[in-house]
């Protein structure tokens, strides 16, 4: 004891040193974040006022042992954070970034200014190889094997505790336990998209592809951002398949302000993605709803959903068969949450990635007129033609239709940065690495889906390479724009009709071109990635189809 009274310093770095090792290694980052940040913020004002009360000592005093006192406890923690990062991490191995090893601060520091972590990530797989350490305790994995073991029917990976965040409000996607999950998709969700329920959505999908029609024959001729409009088409389309309510973006020409929410919110997601806890930490902070805008997001997708389960559409939607499975939670507070982020995920989920798809297909498009001439010869040979209304049905097997899908799905994948997995308990072994159990895994799908060993010219747009020339395919398992396994998107046969029917109507009804000035570099370049993509502008001319 009196070591520690004479020596207070050194033991208060030696107990930093102790709590590192023995607490902070073991916690999970998003899920004890909070709790943790409130005990750092508080323990030294807690410890000011003992050392005020118990030593009589005067408030500057007290306050100048507290700092020195805290600082030296908190170096202790910050250095054996960096000495086990460095030396004794079971990712140790890996090769990346120095920074990297130490704070996933490198990461942030480096997307700042793009938001563009799937090219940061695609970077630092060019310079390190396929295996690259991105963090303390992150992994990004490019080896095409990497995606049947972690995403397969049978991984025994799991999801990571960033799915844990904004907890109570869940919903489907965030479920981490396989088997609640599993539940949660037999619990209406499978039923909302068997092929009889898509078939009775296809009427709305053309309603709203006619609008969109409508609205650019307005504007035939002028320069048009062919993304706003495309994206207008895949909220309002969503809105109504989940809630039987139009956002009414393409009657009026204007975003709906929820719409607006989800992007601006998706900027602080896409920059923190890899640091969550601080998000996780920052809506945990009690301050009014009118400037929390994560709060707005959540109020309103309880609101849609209230509205929704007090209404009954004329034709049955996606929440139809979720909310006729009855309750899914005993608990009422459980289930409101759930339903709430259920309600956000359906939007969001089905609205995004639709809209960057049939973006980049525009994009195509516009640059090369050949694939709308293989398309309209492909729509011609089938006998379709816009007018007979396009049966979503009769578009499902046209092959080079869906291979100028699947083309851009390859490269420009919806959620192009990955999904975060945890490996599983004993690691795993792929190729000449072994992936030590209980880190976090990322499978970069822009990366892996431009893989040399998967796919050959892989930079190239080659829709053949879905039909007359598989050669250029390497290895089909390399392709998962909608993830694989029991995560795989439950939404992706909708998807597809949507894209498929906007294609086809576009070229057949429009010639389609970049507008003066506009040569899609914006979009490839200034795209942001925000789990899913925050598109920039593409400004495109629609002219009446020379026939």
């Given at each position: 004891?009196?070591?520690?009274?004479?020596?207070?310093?050194?033991?208060?770095?030696?107990?930093?040193?102790?709590?590192?090792?023995?607490?902070?290694?073991?916690?999970?980052?998003?899920?004890?974040?909070?709790?943790?940040?409130?005990?750092?913020?508080?323990?030294?004002?807690?410890?000011?006022?003992?050392?005020?009360?118990?030593?009589?000592?005067?408030?500057?005093?007290?306050?100048?042992?507290?700092?020195?006192?805290?600082?030296?406890?908190?170096?202790?923690?910050?250095?054996?954070?960096?000495?086990?990062?460095?030396?004794?991490?079971?990712?140790?191995?890996?090769?990346?970034?120095?920074?990297?090893?130490?704070?996933?601060?490198y990461h942030v520091w480096h997307v700042k200014d793009r938001i563009d972590n799937y090219k940061h990530l695609n970077k630092l797989h060019k310079q390190y190889g396929e295996f690259v350490r991105v963090g303390p305790n992150m992994l990004s994995v490019a080896?095409?094997?990497?995606?049947?073991?972690?995403?397969?029917?049978?991984?025994?990976?799991?999801?990571?505790?960033?799915?844990?965040?904004?907890?109570?409000?869940?919903?489907?996607?965030?479920?981490?336990?396989?088997?609640?999950?599993?539940?949660?998709?037999?619990?209406?969700?499978?039923?909302?998209?068997?092929?009889?329920?898509?078939?009775?959505?296809?009427?709305?999908?053309?309603?709203?592809?006619?609008?969109?029609?409508?609205?650019?024959?307005?504007?035939?001729?002028?320069?048009?951002?062919?993304?706003?409009?495309?994206?207008?088409?895949?909220?309002?389309?969503?809105?109504?398949?989940?809630?039987?309510?139009?956002?009414?973006a393409l009657e009026t020409g204007k975003s709906h302000w929820f719409i607006d929410a989800l992007r601006d919110n998706g900027v602080p997601f896409g920059l923190f993605s890899t640091t969550m806890w601080l998000l996780e930490c920052f809506i945990r902070v009690?301050?009014?709803?009118?400037?929390?805008?994560?709060?707005?997001?959540?109020?309103?997708?309880?609101?849609?959903?209230?509205?929704?389960?007090?209404?009954?559409?004329?034709?049955?939607?996606?929440?139809?068969?979720?909310?006729?499975?009855?309750?899914?939670?005993?608990?009422?507070?459980?289930?409101?949450?759930?339903?709430?982020?259920?309600?956000?995920?359906?939007?969001?989920?089905?609205?995004?990635?639709?809209?960057?798809?049939?973006?980049?297909?525009?994009?195509?498009?516009?640059?090369?007129?050949?694939?709308?001439?293989?398309?309209?010869?492909?729509?011609?040979?089938?006998?379709?033609?816009?007018?007979?209304?396009?049966?979503?049905?009769?578009?499902?097997?046209?092959?080079?239709?869906?291979?100028?899908?699947?083309?851009?799905?390859?490269?420009?994948?919806?959620?192009?940065?990955?999904?975060?997995?945890?490996?599983?308990?004993?690691?795993?072994?792929?190729?000449?690495?072994?992936?030590?159990?209980?880190?976090?895994?990322?499978?970069?799908?822009?990366?892996?889906?431009?893989?040399?060993?998967?796919?050959?010219?892989?930079?190239?747009?080659?829709?053949?390479?879905?039909?007359?020339?598989?050669?250029?395919?390497?290895?089909?398992?390399?392709?998962?724009?909608?993830?694989?396994?029991?995560?795989?998107?439950?939404?992706?046969?909708?998807?597809?009709?949507?894209?498929?029917?906007?294609?086809?109507?576009?070229?057949?009804?429009?010639?389609?071109?970049?507008?003066?000035?506009?040569?899609?570099?914006?979009?490839?370049?200034?795209?942001?990635?925000?789990?899913?993509?925050?598109?920039?502008?593409?400004?495109?001319?629609?002219?009446?189809?020379?026939?």
């Amino acid at each position: 004891m009196d070591f520690v009274k004479e020596r207070p310093l050194p033991v208060l770095v030696a107990l930093g040193m102790l709590t590192h090792f023995i607490v902070f290694i073991r916690i999970k980052p998003v899920t004890h974040a909070p709790p943790v940040a409130l005990v750092l913020l508080t323990a030294p004002f807690v410890l000011f006022f003992a050392l005020c009360l118990s030593t009589n000592a005067k408030k500057l005093s007290s306050a100048t042992t507290t700092t020195i006192w805290y600082t030296s406890f908190l170096a202790g923690v910050l250095l054996d954070m960096l000495a086990y990062r460095v030396f004794f991490h079971r990712l140790k191995h890996f090769p990346g970034p120095f920074l990297a090893r130490l704070t996933q601060w490198y990461h942030v520091w480096h997307v700042k200014d793009r938001i563009d972590n799937y090219k940061h990530l695609n970077k630092l797989h060019k310079q390190y190889g396929e295996f690259v350490r991105v963090g303390p305790n992150m992994l990004s994995v490019a080896n095409p094997a990497i995606v049947n073991i972690a995403h397969g029917q049978t991984t025994k990976f799991t999801k990571s505790d960033w799915y844990e965040f904004g907890r109570p409000v869940t919903s489907l996607q965030q479920m981490t336990d396989h088997t609640l999950h599993d539940r949660r998709r037999r619990h209406g969700w499978d039923k909302a998209f068997t092929a009889s329920a898509l078939r009775s959505y296809d009427s709305r999908i053309t309603n709203y592809t006619n609008k969109l029609i409508q609205q650019l024959r307005q504007r035939i001729g002028t320069s048009v951002n062919a993304q706003e409009w495309i994206g207008f088409f895949a909220f309002d389309v969503m809105g109504d398949l989940a809630f039987g309510r139009s956002f009414d973006a393409l009657e009026t020409g204007k975003s709906h302000w929820f719409i607006d929410a989800l992007r601006d919110n998706g900027v602080p997601f896409g920059l923190f993605s890899t640091t969550m806890w601080l998000l996780e930490c920052f809506i945990r902070v009690p301050l009014p709803d009118s400037t929390n805008p994560m709060i707005q997001m959540v109020n309103f997708s309880n609101t849609l959903m209230d509205e929704r389960k007090k209404s009954k559409p004329n034709e049955p939607d996606v929440v139809s068969h979720i909310l006729d499975a009855g309750e899914f939670f005993s608990n009422p507070q459980e289930e409101e949450m759930l339903l709430t982020g259920d309600a956000r995920l359906l939007v969001v989920a089905g609205s995004d990635t639709t809209a960057a798809t049939l973006t980049h297909v525009l994009y195509h498009v516009a640059r090369d007129p050949v694939i709308a001439s293989k398309l309209r010869t492909e729509l011609d040979e089938h006998d379709l033609h816009s007018d007979d209304g396009l049966s979503i049905t009769s578009l499902a097997h046209l092959q080079y239709l869906n291979a100028v899908i699947n083309e851009t799905l390859r490269l420009h994948p919806p959620v192009p940065g990955g999904v975060y997995r945890k490996s599983p308990k004993g690691g795993v072994a792929i190729g000449d690495y072994f992936i030590p159990e209980g880190c976090v895994v990322l499978s970069p799908q822009y990366t892996i889906q431009r893989s040399p060993k998967a796919f050959a010219q892989p930079d190239e747009f080659i829709p053949e390479r879905w039909t007359t020339r598989p050669e250029l395919i390497l290895d089909k398992n390399a392709f998962f724009p909608f993830l694989l396994g029991r995560y795989g998107c439950i939404g992706k046969q909708l998807a597809y009709n949507e894209m498929r029917n906007v294609i086809s109507r576009l070229v057949l009804e429009f010639d389609i071109a970049f507008a003066e000035g506009e040569d899609g570099t914006r979009l490839l370049e200034e795209t942001q990635d925000h789990f899913t993509m925050g598109l920039a502008g593409l400004q495109l001319v629609f002219r009446e189809r020379k026939t």
